[in-house]
């Protein structure tokens, strides 16, 4: 791909247990996308990202920051990364204000308190700012450290589990505050547990699991390629099974018999509904009401893990 800003490959990790936790990887991350990495606990997502800020080395590999490669050419590679660890790490004495311009000093940046201002102006850290850390809440903490990760204007963004034990509310901001970053011309990759949260946010979508990288794909794309939709139908009497004549149709009977749900390919142009509809009618099978739904990211992802689990 020609506008990678992150590139990685044939990239392993073996940890000294022996333990493997990386697999050959390629992934390339294109400049001002927001790319969510999804995978089940132990998959090898920190262990990626942690590799990649320079936190733990490569077994073997090759990755490049804007073309700059992180062993040969380090300094300049993590000074255009920002990274908010999954582990919350702050000196509990010092304050919000230090916490963000330490950071930006420590990459070389001089310093600009112009930017550390709106940094927390943006995080609502604002009138926090002579607090010292540890008489701020978690999400107040959470945020911080995503000001510190954004303190020396890095192009290229690492959120590890950033919404973590983090409110409704709070959410919705750091999602926005994403967006805008992103509007900004920042890269963003982001490790989840939520679902809800790559199809909310992000551009691509790659699949880790036990350190390989089993999809990387386009959000849509993703959806509309692996997605499935289901009819569901109220009946107006209970069936105790699927009759014989509709038993090679994907049928599935629920709540106790009261609702038939019929499965079919989203992306096909023929979903056979209107010849269910009249085999239901031929067997004198009515129904009150009808819904149709789509399978969510949540569906795909845990089908796509346990394939590979198999
Ligand atoms: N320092 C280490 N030494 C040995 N094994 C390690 C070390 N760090 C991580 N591992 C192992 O590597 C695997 C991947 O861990 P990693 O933290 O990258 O997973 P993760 O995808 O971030 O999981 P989670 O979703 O729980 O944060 C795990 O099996 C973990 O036990
Ligand atoms: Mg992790």
Redesign the pocket.
Known sequence: MSDAILSIAGLSKT???G?S?LKNVDLQIQRGEIFALL??????????ISIVCGIVNASTGKVTVDGHDIAADYRAARSLIGLVP?ELTTDAFETVWNTASFSRGLFGKPANPAHIEKVLRDLSLWDKKDNQIRTLSGGMKRRLLIAKALAHEPQLLFLD?PTAGVDVTLRQEMWALVRALRDTGVTVIL?T?YIDEAEEMADRIGV?SKGEIILVENKVELMRKLGKKQLTLQLAQPLQQVPDALAVLPLALSANGGELTYTYDAKHEHSGIADLLQALDAEGIAFKDLKTSQSSLEDIFVSLVREKEQ
């Open positions: 940890y000294a247990s333990f936790a995978g089940p606990n132990g998959a090898g997502k920190t262990t990626l999954q589990e490790t547990h880790i």
